[in-house]
């Protein structure tokens, strides 16, 4: 396969630590979408029979159950799904977002990008748990909130990098040449500035990734973000911290997926910058 | 004597607080290849970049047939790009790394004759990569996947796409190996012949000019200082500064310069009164300090910009 | 007369995704003391990372073969050893004078520093040896020069301080890499005249490596013609342009425009591309671009023969 995919894509597949994370991520994600029809339990039957049970696999309570008789496992899967929704939906808005914004404002320059920039100074000035706590005020608490705010927030930084590395490449000639041949602005930027970014943006949403579900969890434990009976990787973990002593597995099973999550997407994350960011020969 | 197809008039350009060319004026006729010679800080580069507005240019017109480039609104500038194409000194930077070899050449196709469907596009694409002697087959590459030769070959068929009418080369073989510099020069010279285009070739190459140019501008600091037909301008260069730059070129078999070599390096600082080159010209005059020399026509299109140009300056004087 | 710098059979190389690739494949060469050589070659002829190998700053690259400087082996030598002749005896000047010196570091700072690692003089008196070093390089002003950073130079002066600083120790042999190519040709032809006066006063050697052939016409005492790795011609300079023996050199000779010549309608041109490290190769790398090449040239690789200043690589060389 020729053009740089193809060969990002070799390279990647040269690195063991990266695509064993990448595989790890893959095996999680098709557990939290299929794991559910290995296992008859759903996640919000309380089983009174099994109360704070232990891990095994002798009562199809693989993982246990917490301390309302609820199944672990399909609590663990169905929290690792949100969180990972979560992530990812956050970081393509972020993406979607930032890269417009940065990309405009980095290419059209002058008065423009510093009335531009200063938005962002100003938005990236707010602190943003008050900003969060103040559109839960407002709008109430759901899932769909949770997702804008997050996103709303995340796309700052990525702009800041994609002005940044569009500001390097304006320099270049392949873009004074597109401008001598007669494009525009906005196929300029589409076609030359954007493409020639997407590198380093790839790579940040990656490396973010891990960073909006830990920021999500954390708003969960909180108690800002999902709340009962929905289950995310953070409220799980806020329960499990309650249970710490009685019932460890509590804590322990959503806790080792967060990390495990967390620890792949940063191998693969880095895996994927020096895949990309090394040139040939 | 024909209309000019470019007429620069007054130039100026700043870069902060230096003026990067200062009242540069000059004609440029259907057909033939001007070259513009100069070095580091002589503005050639800078030129060719207002020429195209790819800089803003403080003062002066720059009229490309018929219209002015610098104050009509950028949408009929654009219009007016298909006939004005530029070839620059780093073949491998001057192509979108991540588009390939094929879509980079049709762009300004796509620009400018929407009316083309996919296919038409793709056989104009092949025609123009044979036309540069590459194969078509290559269209679906990249530029990394190329040699800096063959880049600017690709670099070439872009900018001739559209059959343009005035084409600037920004040094364009000046980074290439000695062996490939004829080849793309070969091809320029070609395409000139059957488009019967009009070709500005900025080198600092005098050697190269020399084989390739109809007329030569030589530029110091910012302004033209000696414009000549080719033949008059190597036989009998009358610019003192020009003198010191033929003298300077080592040849095979080296030969003892009948000119001195010039000391020093160019001093921008000079630019703001007199003569630019007043500190390294042995020929220089109080006068030179206090006024700048205009452009001035000797004989039949020999222009130069000197105080003692009317004077036969024999090397010992 | 012992050769100042003897190198024999020295390949470069270095791990590519594809396998191994040469850069220099089996350059034997000698440069004498107080001798001017050139060595031209295009990009891809090795003629930069042969030498880097020589001083050792070849990276990741596998040197094999041996490199004699003054007699002794420098190849495998130790980093104590190496350091002593490196910056005193053998010295290097780089192609682009922009990054060749310490931006943060003044330049009286950076010169001084050679002497007091490698002279063993004190500060002041090293600085006072600098100060006139930059006078014997024709630079103006040079005692200001020594207080100034290098950013506040212009490229021709940061040259001839670099070339201050190979000579400070008195070097054996100094190693110019195209030391003018990044210069305007008004400076370019100053700095020319500035190392054809050095080479007269200090009985220094020169390796001078170009890919403008009549930037070493003017300096050269013998040319060293680089192509795919190896040397394919060695000759005396006047020899080499009156009567060129390998069909390459004959036709970069051709290729290159002159001011004095007539004016063609279209200029020579040698067809194809010099091959880059990695390409493959037949047994003679030219072949396939040479107007000689005979099947011989496809199976056999030619070995550099002849008399010390006058060797050729090829089967059917000019006469």
Request: with cysteine; net charge neutral; aromatic share 6%.
């Amino acid at each position: 396969m020729r053009g740089f995919a193809g060969d990002a894509i070799r390279r990647l597949r040269a690195n063991p630590a990266a695509v064993l994370a990448l595989g790890v991520i893959c095996t999680v994600v098709v557990a939290t979408l299929l794991g559910p029809w290995l296992n008859p339990n759903n996640t919000e039957t309380l089983d009174w029979l099994h109360v704070a049970a232990r891990p095994g696999l002798q009562n199809a309570h693989w993982f246990g159950t917490d301390r309302l008789g609820r199944d672990l496992y399909a609590r663990t899967l169905a929290g690792t799904r949100v969180s990972i929704a979560i992530g990812l939906v956050a970081s393509i808005l972020s993406i979607l977002v930032g890269v417009s914004y940065g990309a405009i404002s980095g290419y059209l320059g002058g008065r423009t990008d510093q009335a531009m920039m200063r938005i962002i100074e100003i938005l990236s000035g707010l602190p943003l748990i008050f900003f969060v706590i103040f559109l839960t005020v407002i709008f109430g608490r759901s899932e769909s909130l949770l997702f804008i705010s997050i996103g709303a927030v995340g796309w700052l930084t990525m702009a800041r990098i994609v002005r940044g590395q569009t500001l390097s490449i304006r320099q270049q000639d392949y873009i004074a040449a597109a401008v001598a041949s007669g494009a525009s602005s906005s196929r300029i930027i589409a076609r030359h500035v954007v493409p020639n970014v997407i590198g380093p943006v790839i790579v940040y949403a990656t490396l973010t990734v891990p960073q909006i579900i830990l920021f999500e969890s954390f708003l969960s434990f909180l108690g800002l973000g999902i709340q009962e009976p929905g289950a995310s990787l953070g409220t799980l973990i806020a329960e499990g911290v309650g249970e710490m002593e009685a019932a460890p597995w509590m804590l322990l099973v959503p806790g080792s997926f967060l990390a495990v999550l967390l620890l792949c997407l940063n191998i693969f994350g880095d895996g994927l910058r020096d895949a990309l960011d090394v040139r040939e020969g | 004597m024909n209309e000019p197809l470019l007429q620069v008039r007054n130039l100026r350009v700043d870069f902060g607080r230096q003026a990067a060319l200062r009242d540069v004026s000059f004609d440029l006729f259907s057909g033939e290849t001007v070259a513009l010679v100069g070095e580091s800080g002589s503005g050639k580069s800078t030129l060719a970049r207002a020429i195209l507005r790819l800089v803003l240019a403080k003062q002066g017109s720059v009229e490309f047939l018929g219209l002015d480039l610098l104050r009509s609104p950028a949408p009929v500038v654009r219009t007016q790009r298909r006939n004005l194409q530029i070839v620059f000194q780093d073949p491998l930077a001057s192509l979108n790394p991540r588009m390939s070899v094929g879509d980079a050449i049709s762009e300004p196709l796509k620009i400018f004759e929407p009316e083309l469907n996919a296919a038409e596009r793709r056989q104009r694409v092949a025609a123009m990569l044979e036309r540069v002697g590459l194969s078509a087959a290559l269209a679906s590459r990249y530029p990394h996947e190329f040699s800096g030769g063959q880049c600017q070959r690709i670099a070439i068929a872009r900018a001739m796409v559209l059959h343009p009418k005035l084409l600037i080369c920004d040094e364009a073989v000046s980074s290439l190996d000695v062996s490939i510099q004829g080849q793309i020069i070969n091809l320029l010279l070609d395409l000139q012949r059957d488009a019967g285009m009009t070709m500005l070739f900025i080198s600092h190459n005098l050697a190269v000019v020399r084989q390739l140019s109809h007329r030569v501008m030589v530029m110091y600091l910012g302004r033209l200082v000696e414009i000549a037909s080719c033949d008059s301008l190597f036989a009998a260069p009358v610019h003192p500064y020009t003198r010191a730059l033929l003298a300077a070129v080592p040849q095979i078999p080296p030969v003892a310069a009948a000119t001195p070599l010039i000391e020093g390096s160019p001093s921008p600082g000079l630019t703001a009164s007199g003569c630019a080159f007043r500190d390294r010209c042995p020929y220089a005059l109080p006068l030179c300090a206090s006024s700048d020399p205009p452009l001035t026509e000797l004989a039949g299109g020999h222009w130069v910009a000197c105080h003692r140009s009317h004077e036969t300056l024999n090397p010992l004087s | 007369m012992p050769a100042t710098l003897c190198i024999d059979e020295l390949s470069v190389s270095f791990a590519h995704r594809t396998g191994t690739v040469e850069a220099v494949d089996g350059v034997s060469l000698r440069i004498g003391p107080a001798e001017c050589v050139g060595v031209v070659g295009e990009s891809g002829s090795g003629k930069t990372q042969l030498f880097l190998a020589v001083m050792g700053l070849a990276g990741n690259a596998r040197v094999r073969g041996s490199v004699r400087f003054e007699g002794k082996e420098l190849l495998g030598a130790t980093a104590p050893a190496i350091n002593r002749v490196r910056g005193s005896k053998l010295t290097m000047i780089f192609q682009d004078p922009m990054t060749s010196l310490t931006p943060h570091l003044r330049i009286g700072t950076q010169l001084a520093e050679v002497l007091v690692c490698h002279s063993g003089l004190s500060w002041a008196e090293a600085r006072d040896v600098a100060g006139r070093m930059l006078e014997r390089v024709r630079i103006p002003e040079p005692q200001r020069r020594l207080g100034q950073y290098p950013h506040e130079l212009s490229g021709g002066m940061r040259q001839r301080v670099m070339l201050a600083m190979s000579l400070l120790c008195g070097p054996a042999l100094v190693i110019a890499d195209e030391p003018t190519t990044a210069l305007d040709v008004t400076i370019q032809a100053q700095i020319i005249e500035l190392l054809r006066a050095m080479r007269g006063e200090a009985g220094t050697a020169l390796a001078l490596i170009s890919h403008d052939l009549a930037v070493v016409a003017g300096l050269a005492d013998r040319i060293l013609v680089m192509y795919a790795g190896r040397i394919v011609e060695n000759a005396v300079a006047a020899e080499l342009f009156r009567q060129p023996r390998h069909p390459y050199t004959a036709e970069l000779l051709k290729c290159v425009p002159s001011l004095s010549g007539p004016r063609l309608a279209r200029l020579p041109t040698l067809a194809g591309q010099p091959p880059q490290p990695g390409d493959a190769l037949q047994a003679c790398p030219f072949a396939p671009r040479c107007p000689r090449a005979a099947d011989r040239c496809r199976t056999e690789r030619p070995l550099l023969t002849g008399a010390s200043t006058s060797q050729v690589a090829c089967h059917f060389p000019l006469s």
